[in-house]
């Protein structure tokens, strides 16, 4: 027994130090000549749809500045893991990224709690994060000049909604359901303040919790009042199962949503059929697609031109901004090259949309204003993103039907 | 990376004492809690709570939260004294956990719902060095794990503890005898759900940041798996099987390092087949586990 139990404890202990061990075995690669950053990304859980599109984006764009002669001489490496859409992974790949990996950026992190966990990790460690996350939150407070968000602020998304609404949709009533997640609750606020300022009637605002097996009670309390239209701001799985319920029900408001709940890389219409998608309206942040940083983009992603990237952009523009920044500050180390995310981004300098065309400048000392893939890369002292727009469609036979495009 | 091992060993040690209060709750008291991510948030949210609206240190917080999750704990047994077998037991914890999990969640002035409570502060997190903090950590929460350890093997030892184990076996033997089981019942249950308060205290102090999404049911499924990989009723197993859940878990994300060639989304993909993989692996090679329970000699 006492031999048995040796022999168990040895094996487990050989397992571990080979999974912990493994690392050494590249760590000359991960140190050496490269300029590790870490990416997380959302490959599975609630937004599992996501992480693939931006994972390919981050390897294009790091492909292209390192064959554009890389940042001060040296390659870009990327370790990209799953944060699994969970705030604890996140915090834990941060953790990681940081103190396996050196890296001195962190990009990607789609979801508020994947941002707000890691947040504490970077500024303590004064690396740079960078999310594409919505919520207001995240870049509240002090945060040192180390927290970037490359997305809309959720607040904006309330504005954008409300201003389209008001002047060119024409609903006198409406009905506001929303899911209890950090980021939807400051845009139903802004919305309905907006709406009620316009003298419209808001009949019923009601937030229902996630994962529930059926959502048949909230929809027949917001959807039964007979408003014009009703607005859902929540994620696909949710939307889902409400939609089931206001077809089930024969309901005739009008449903309008956000696209990562009705389109959502197409599961939506596969989930519940063009018959019940038919006549929804979407909203969301999106890429200028007539702007030139953006076609660059789906040359680099060899997409078609109608394609719409709703959040890969951003993870092109994380790195590009990343790479000249660096690039400016003569420096690798975050301490040194987050105080000029601002000066590459902003200006003053000319507007170049290509990051191999404003490595080349930056190189040379000459100033540039980038122009991102998602964005036009303007940022306000504290790290929120300005001059990113929101885009509108219409679910017509099973395929969304670009609207309009507008800026808060 | 030293730095990483150091930081992946405190998560180790208060998901072990996790898997501790699991182990006596279940594993020698019989009393299946499938509302663990309930009541470890209910410990998180209570230090964390404690520390940010009410000013205490996180001495009187982790006690605080102890206690709370202790007495919810308890008053759960409490109600439930007819439901004496294992399975109805187990879904009334499974419904009391979900409704914590729903409070937390909805009760934004109280906890800021799904935007969840940022910036808890760390015990001397301002009178040690950054560089140095790590460590105290790590020390701390060794010296947690240990004394939770110590604790509960004198519990076993003691004649509380074979009370506890003959509930499990036999509360009508042990009511045939005299024992109190419905009280001995309470007492198991609040005592394991103090420990789950105190490991609930260490990962809001550890992450600084607790939210909703944090306390998912595969929290119940990572303590499940320790207690049963390290020996059901065994302590120093499910410390051993918290250790193993954490190397396949964590330990796993760096294949791609050593394997250029696996794809990050491959590799998300692969990661949850190699744990269940070496579980069952284990559970086959070992099917009772790491080690076994105390039994009194004669």
Not at chain 1, 302 to 330: S, W
Not at chain 1, 379 to 386: L, V, Y
């Amino acid at each position: 027994m006492q031999k048995n139990r040796r022999h168990v404890i040895k094996s487990i202990g050989a397992a571990a130090a080979s999974a912990i061990g493994a690392p050494y075995l590249n760590l000359a690669h991960a140190q050496g000549a490269s300029i590790p950053i870490g990416v997380a990304l959302p490959m599975t859980g609630n937004a599992g749809a996501y992480g693939p599109d931006m994972a390919e984006a981050a390897k294009r764009t790091a492909a292209k500045i390192n064959a554009a002669g890389g940042v001060l001489g040296r390659k870009l490496e990327l370790f990209i893991e799953d944060s699994e859409s969970s705030a604890a992974v996140a915090a834990n790949l941060s953790q990681k990224f940081i103190n396996v990996h050196k890296a001195q950026a962190l990009v990607g992190y789609w979801g508020t709690p994947e941002g707000m966990s890691s947040r504490p990790i970077a500024i303590q460690n004064k690396t740079v994060l960078m999310v594409s996350s919505a919520a207001n939150a995240i870049t509240e407070g002090d945060t040192q000049g180390y927290v970037w968000r490359f997305q809309m602020k959720a607040t904006d998304w309330g504005i954008v909604i409300s201003r389209a609404t008001i002047d060119k949709l024409g609903f006198k009533s409406v009905g506001v359901m929303g899911l209890q997640n950090a980021f939807v609750l400051p845009i139903m606020k802004v919305f309905e303040e907006k709406m009620k300022a316009a003298g419209r009637t808001v009949v019923d605002s009601l937030i229902y919790n996630p994962e529930q097996p059926s959502y048949r009670a909230e929809v027949e309390r917001v959807f039964g009042k007979k408003p014009d239209a009703v607005f859902c701001f929540g994620l696909l799985p949710d939307f889902v199962s409400i939609m089931k319920e206001v077809y089930r029900g024969g309901f005739d408001s009008k449903v309008v949503a956000l696209s990562i709940m009705a389109d959502a890389e197409g599961k939506f219409v596969q989930a519940v059929g063009p018959q019940v998608a038919e006549g929804i309206r979407h909203f969301q942040p999106m890429p200028d697609l007539a702007a030139p940083g953006y076609k660059r983009f789906l040359q680099l992603m060899g997409a078609p031109a109608d394609r719409v990237y709703l959040f890969p952009p951003n993870t092109h523009d994380q790195l590009a901004i990343a790479a000249l920044a660096m690039e400016k500050a003569k420096s690798p180390v975050a301490a040194d090259w987050h105080k000029e995310i601002i000066a590459v981004g902003n200006g003053p300098g000319p507007q170049v949309d290509d990051i191999a065309e404003a490595l080349k400048l930056v190189k040379a000392g000459k100033p540039v204003n980038f122009q991102g893939a998602g964005s036009t890369c303007d940022f306000t002292p504290n790290g929120d993103q300005i001059g990113r727009g929101m885009g509108q469609w219409i679910i017509k036979g099973g395929k969304s039907v670009f609207v309009e495009y507008a800026k808060p | 990376m030293i730095s990483f091992l150091i930081l992946m060993s405190i998560v180790v040690c208060f998901s072990a004492i996790l898997a501790l209060a699991l182990n006596f709750q279940w594993g020698q008291g019989g009393m299946v809690n499938f509302g663990l991510t309930g009541f470890y948030a209910l410990g998180a949210y209570a230090a964390a709570l404690l520390m940010l609206k009410a000013g205490a240190n996180t001495f009187f917080a982790a006690l605080g939260a102890m206690a709370v999750v202790g007495v919810v704990c308890g008053l759960v047994a409490l109600i439930t004294l007819r439901v004496t077998e294992e399975d109805y037991f187990a879904i009334v914890t499974l419904g009391v956990g979900e409704m914590l999990r729903l409070l937390a969640l909805n009760e934004d002035w109280l906890t800021k719902g799904a935007l969840g409570l940022a910036g808890i502060p760390r015990p001397f997190g301002d009178s040690i060095a950054p560089d140095q903090y790590q460590y105290f950590l790590l020390g701390l929460s060794l010296a947690l794990l240990f004394g939770t350890y110590a604790f509960l093997r004198l519990v076993t030892r003691s004649p509380f503890g074979r009370l506890v184990r003959a509930v499990r076996e036999d509360d009508v033997v042990a009511a045939t005898l005299g024992k109190n089981v419905l009280w001995a019942r309470v007492r198991i249950f609040a005592i394991g759900g103090a420990i789950i308060g105190l490991a609930g205290s260490m990962h809001s102090i550890y992450y600084q940041y607790i939210d909703p999404t944090q306390f998912t049911n595969i929290v119940i499924a990572y303590a499940f798996m320790a207690v049963i990989a390290g020996g059901r009723g065994a302590h120093l197993g499910t410390i051993l099987g918290a250790g193993v859940v954490m190397v396949l878990l964590e330990g796993s994300r760096f294949l791609k390092d050593a394997i250029p060639r696996l794809d990050s989304d491959q590799l998300s993909a692969i990661r949850i087949i190699i744990i269940g993989v070496g579980l069952i692996a284990l559970l086959i090679w070992k099917p009772k586990g790491f080690f076994q329970e105390y039994r009194l000699k004669a």
